[in-house]
């Protein structure tokens, strides 16, 4: 399923001017390239030490886009036939794995793509949270099923709930993984918090984070929520919500 894949590195004064420019360069729209920041960069203090951004964007192969497009449509059948669910106890955890293992095989069966699937608990790490159905997908070159800012992997996720919650009649919390890509990506995120935390108390400025999905503003959320000097919020409109870094009065 891989095949070489065009990339280009970009560097410029913001993250979105990088990002902007190598739109223009490969003479594509966003939805058709994967953007990795590799360097978010910083301004520096009177303009001394100031550090250029600098991203990564690869050329998404038609077979992700069209993957996208077929969860999406998939997501919204679901949608509008998804039921109230009744907040049934009692059944027993080795058929919530399993109704959620099986559900993953049977979605990447019909997109045709081979990968062990393993489902376990994920204990809950907040107090009032609940614990988590995670279910891991593993084998080789399984990007696909990742895709831009990880989209198609929410929808997948998204997908995967809908069905799982119909089945056992009950809303199951649930997240899927691919090859660990949530576990690195949490790490990169909480790294990139603690970062930013500084350069906003460095330049007394406050700092936009890239727009992330809900789940990937909650690390940085909760990363940075005990900080002692500074806070965090959320603003603007999905899909283009972020994360913003600011000093506390």
């Avoid at 990088?18 to 910083?42: F, M, R, Y």
């Avoid at 109704?99 to 907040?126: C, D, G, N």
């Avoid at 576990?183 to 007394?204: C, D, N, P, S």
């Avoid at 990363?223 to 283009?240: C, F, K, Y």
């Amino acid at each position: 399923m891989s095949a070489e894949k065009t990339t280009l590195e970009v560097i410029a004064p913001t993250v979105e001017e990088a990002i902007q420019k190598g739109l223009n360069e490969l003479n594509l729209s966003e939805e058709a390239v994967d953007v990795e920041v590799l360097d978010p960069g910083t301004r520096g203090l009177f303009g001394l030490g100031s550090r250029q951004a600098r991203v990564r964007l690869t050329v998404r192969s038609e077979p992700e886009k069209v993957m996208e497009s077929s969860l999406r449509q998939t997501s919204a059948l679901f949608e509008e036939e998804q039921v109230a669910l009744d907040a049934r106890d009692g059944i027993p955890q080795e058929d919530i794995l399993s109704t959620a293992r099986q559900t993953v095989m049977e979605l990447l069966e019909k997109m045709k793509i081979k990968a062990q699937v393993t489902a376990t608990i994920k204990p809950a790490e907040e107090k009032d949270d609940e614990d988590t159905v995670l279910v891991n997908i593993e084998g080789d070159d399984l990007s696909i099923l990742i895709g831009r800012r990880a989209e198609t992997l929410s929808a997948l996720q998204y997908i995967t709930s809908l069905i799982v919650g119909k089945r056992l009649n009950r809303w199951i919390p649930l997240m899927i993984d691919v090859q660990g890509y949530r576990a690195r990506r949490e790490r990169q995120l909480r790294v990139l918090a603690r970062r930013m935390a500084e350069q906003a108390i460095h330049t007394g400025r406050r700092q936009v984070l890239e727009p992330m999905p809900a789940n990937e503003r909650r690390v940085i959320h909760l990363e940075l929520r005990d900080h002692p000097q500074v806070a965090t919020e959320s603003i603007g409109e999905d899909p283009n919500r972020k994360v913003t870094i600011f000093l506390k009065k």
